[in-house]
C-alpha cells in the first residue's frame, strides 16, 4: 500500500519511472571505432612494452598506450588523466582492473606523440607520473586493497608495501624478459579483498594475536549477538563480567579457535585485531586465472610470516624480487610460475628459492588425496635437499676430504650385512652416522657415501622422503622398483 499511496501504480509499472539511477550502460561510453567494431576483431598484438594494437575485420585499428596507475588518486592527477584523453583520444580512457591506465589511440599520427607526452610529464621528485608498461611476459600492475589508509581491520597496509614492490620490480614492469606474465596482488588481511588466492604472487596481512576485549564498552558500542555470529569458528562467545565493581555484559574468545580474521571487531568496534608486533604478511605463490596451458590455480602459501616494516618493507620486497629472479632463470618460455613450481615439484621450488619449508605450508591441502595424494605433512624433498638437513649437499661435498679408509669401513659394513642370511641390502643415512662413532658429523659422512656414489661403488634409493644406500647391484634395483 505504501507504493500505491505514493502514486506507484503495479498495472502500469514503467508509468512515471525514473530511468537514470546508477551508472549508464557501458557501452554508450565506447570510442567511435569500439562501437563501429564491436565483436568484429580480428586480432591483436603488443608492438613495445606497454603499447597494444587491435585491428579489426574492417581494418580498423586501435592503439592502446597502457600506464602504471594507482588505486588512491588525487583529484589533479585524475584531471591531468582527462586533460591528456581530451589531447589525444577524443575524451576516451579507460581503467583496468589492475588499475591500469590505458589511452586509446585511432589515429596511428597521435601515437607518437602521445608516448613522447607521458614520458615527460614527472613528479617532483623526478618519477615517472604515466610510466609505460605491464603487458606481456612481465610483472603487471599490483592490485591491492585499502590498507591502513581506509579499511578498519587490516594487518598491514596496502599502498605503501605495493608502491615499495613496484619500485623494486620497476624494470619488469617496463619490458618483457620472463618467462610469463606475473600477476602481484596484495590483500591486507585473510578476508582478502584483493585477488591474492589466485594470482603468481599474492601478499596476504595476518594477524597473529586474538582480538582484545574492552569490557567498558562491549555493551555500549556493540549487539552482542551480531559480534558472537560473526564469528566463523565459534571462538566468541557472551559473558557477564566485572568492570570498576559492576557487572556488564561482554564477551570471551576462545583463543584456541580464533583465526584473527577480524570478523567480530567488524561487528563490535570494543574487540580491536591490530597489533604492532604480531601483525605482518605471508607470501603465497602460484595461483592465476587463465586456462591457457593448464587449469586455473589457487595460490599456495610458501613464506609464513614476515613483520611489517614500513616505509620501504625491505624482507618483502627482497623475498618477491629473489622469487620472480629464480623463476626468471629457470622457467620454461610462456611458464607461469605456479606450472613452473608444479613441473619441478614444489620442493625443488624450495630447495631453489632458499625458502625455509615448514609445516605450515603442506602443500596441496586444499585438494582431497584422490586427485593429488599429496595429503600428508611429509614434505617429499629429494636427496639433495634431505643430504642439507642431515648436515650437508653433494654439491658440497670434496673427493679431497674422503680417504680409503673412510671408504672402506662403509663398503665392508655393507658386504658383511650381504654375507648374513636374510640381510637387507639397503641401509638408512643415520645407520652409516653410527659406523664412525662420531668421529665424522653428518656432513662428512655424507660426503663419503657422495663419493662412492660418484665412483658406482654404492647406489641409492630414493623414496621421496627418505634416502637408502646399498652395494651397487645387491637387491632390487631403483629402476626395477619404479615399475612395481
Not at 119 to 140: D, E, I, L, Y
Not at 277 to 292: Q, W
Request: hydrophobic residues 35%; negative net charge; glycine residues 8%.
Amino acid at each position: 500500500m505504501a507504493f500505491i499511496s505514493s502514486g506507484y501504480n503495479p498495472e502500469k509499472p514503467m508509468e512515471g519511472r525514473i530511468s537514470d539511477i546508477g551508472p549508464r550502460k557501458y557501452d554508450e561510453f565506447f570510442p567511435e571505432v569500439i562501437a563501429k567494431n564491436f565483436g568484429k576483431w580480428l586480432y591483436h598484438e603488443i608492438l613495445e612494452p606497454g603499447v597494444l594494437v587491435h585491428v579489426a575485420e574492417s581494418g580498423d585499428k586501435v592503439y592502446t598506450v597502457r600506464c602504471g596507475g594507482a588505486r588512491l588518486m588525487s583529484i589533479t592527477h585524475i584531471r591531468e588523466i582527462c586533460d591528456i584523453a581530451d589531447k589525444y583520444c577524443d575524451g576516451h580512457v579507460r581503467f583496468t582492473t589492475r588499475s591500469n591506465i590505458e589511452f586509446l589511440v585511432s589515429d596511428e599520427s597521435k601515437l607518437k606523440p602521445l608516448q613522447q607526452d607521458l614520458a615527460s610529464r614527472k613528479f617532483a621528485g623526478g618519477s615517472n607520473k604515466f610510466p609505460v608498461g605491464g603487458t606481456g611476459a612481465g610483472v603487471t600492475n599490483i592490485v591491492h586493497t585499502q590498507g591502513w589508509v581506509h579499511c578498519h581491520t587490516p594487518a598491514t597496509d596496502a599502498s605503501g608495501p605495493v608502491k615499495s614492490i613496484m619500485d623494486v620490480m620497476y624494470d619488469d614492469f617496463k619490458s618483457m624478459r620472463l618467462p610469463a606474465p606475473v600477476r602481484i596482488s596484495l590483500a591486507c588481511c585473510i578476508n582478502m579483498c584483493g585477488a591474492v588466492h589466485c594470482s603468481d604472487i599474492g601478499i596476504v596481512g595476518i594477524h597473529r594475536k586474538p582480538p582484545m576485549i574492552d569490557n567498558e564498552w562491549v555493551d555500549q558500542l556493540c549487539e552482542i549477538p551480531l559480534a558472537v555470529a560473526a564469528c566463523p569458528t565459534a571462538a566468541v562467545r557472551p559473558v557477564k563480567t566485572e568492570h570498576d565493581g559492576k557487572k556488564v555484559n561482554s564477551v570471551a574468545i576462545k583463543q584456541d579457535r580464533c583465526m584473527y580474521c577480524g570478523n567480530c571487531y567488524t561487528m563490535c568496534p570494543a574487540l580491536p585485531i591490530s597489533d604492532g608486533e604480531g601483525d605482518g604478511v605471508a607470501i603465497m605463490v602460484g595461483g592465476k586465472v587463465s586456462n591457457r596451458i593448464t587449469m586455473p590455480k589457487f595460490s599456495k602459501v610458501v613464506v609464513a610470516y614476515i613483520p611489517n616494516e614500513p616505509p620501504r618493507w625491505p624482507t618483502l620486497t627482497s623475498t618477491i624480487k629473489h622469487i620472480i629472479e629464480v623463476y626468471s632463470a629457470n622457467a620454461m618460455k610462456y611458464e607461469r610460475l605456479g606450472e613452473w613450481a608444479e613441473r619441478i615439484g614444489w620442493e625443488t621450488f624450495f630447495e631453489l628459492t632458499g625458502l625455509e619449508f615448514s609445516h605450515h605450508l603442506i602443500d596441496d591441502f586444499r585438494d582431497p588425496a584422490y586427485y593429488t595424494w599429496r595429503q600428508s605433512t611429509q614434505f617429499k624433498f629429494s636427496d639433495a635437499a634431505l643430504a642439507l638437513h642431515a648436515g650437508g649437499g653433494h654439491e658440497d661435498t670434496s673427493d679431497s676430504e674422503v680417504t680409503e679408509a673412510d671408504k672402506q669401513i662403509v663398503v665392508d659394513f655393507l658386504k658383511g650385512q650381504l654375507a648374513k642370511p636374510g640381510a637387507k641390502t639397503k641401509y638408512y643415512f643415520n645407520n652409516f652416522i653410527d659406523l664412525f662413532e662420531g668421529r665424522k658429523n653428518a656432513r662428512d659422512v655424507k660426503a663419503v657415501l657422495s663419493v662412492l656414489v660418484s665412483e658406482e661403488t654404492l647406489e641409492y634409493w630414493s623414496s621421496g622422503s627418505t634416502t637408502m644406500y646399498g652395494l651397487k647391484g645387491a637387491g632390487k634395483q631403483a629402476g626395477a622398483e619404479g615399475e612395481d
